[in-house]
């Protein structure tokens, strides 16, 4: 896996808009297409994709700590918000694209510094217009659970969405 280190290295959008989602997060896991910069910056990575579900894997440091210590919320919600959207990107067809919209965290407990977690991002529904998922943040050594989240996504046919002109 590599990573986008500038603008130029990340995937422009009309070479994107010839890939189903599905086939783009495959590039990205198989290596192929760069991994966006934000999962290299904070300590997580592409881990497995199929269809209607991706797993991120990663490692919080002291790096993605608040002032008290502990693991910023802020880490859990990027890496569910990656998981989820991501997991309806897999089912976004060829000339399509997505945004979220909102999405919802729970923290359930605290994830200890240097435990490797498993965030699994699952497409409940993947419309035209719409996307709904769901995720959990796992540790992979105990399946110990540490968060949950869910999120709603914007599909835009980018052919033919006026809000993509």
Excluded at 71 to 80: A, C, D, M
Excluded at 125 to 153: K, M, N, P, W
């Amino acid at each position: 896996m590599f990573y986008a280190k500038s603008p130029a290295d990340l995937v422009q959008p009309a070479e994107a808009m010839e890939m189903s989602g599905l086939e783009f997060m495959r590039g990205i896991v198989e290596g192929r297409l760069p991994a966006p910069p934000i999962s290299r910056v904070l300590g997580y990575r592409l881990h497995a994709v199929e269809d209607g579900r991706v797993v991120f894997r990663g490692t919080p440091t002291f790096d993605v700590t608040n002032p008290m210590g502990t693991v910023h919320g802020g880490w859990y919600g990027t890496l569910l918000d990656s998981a989820m959207a991501c997991a309806v990107m897999t089912r976004v067809p060829k000339g399509s694209a997505y945004t979220t919209l909102e999405y919802k965290v729970n923290i359930i407990r605290p994830i200890p510094l240097g435990t490797e977690v498993d965030c699994i991002g699952i497409s409940d529904h993947t419309g035209r217009s719409t996307g709904v998922a769901h995720g959990e943040i796992r540790g992979v050594q105990d399946d110990r659970l540490y968060a949950t989240g869910s999120t709603t996504c914007i599909v835009m046919d980018m052919k033919t969405d006026r809000r993509t002109r």
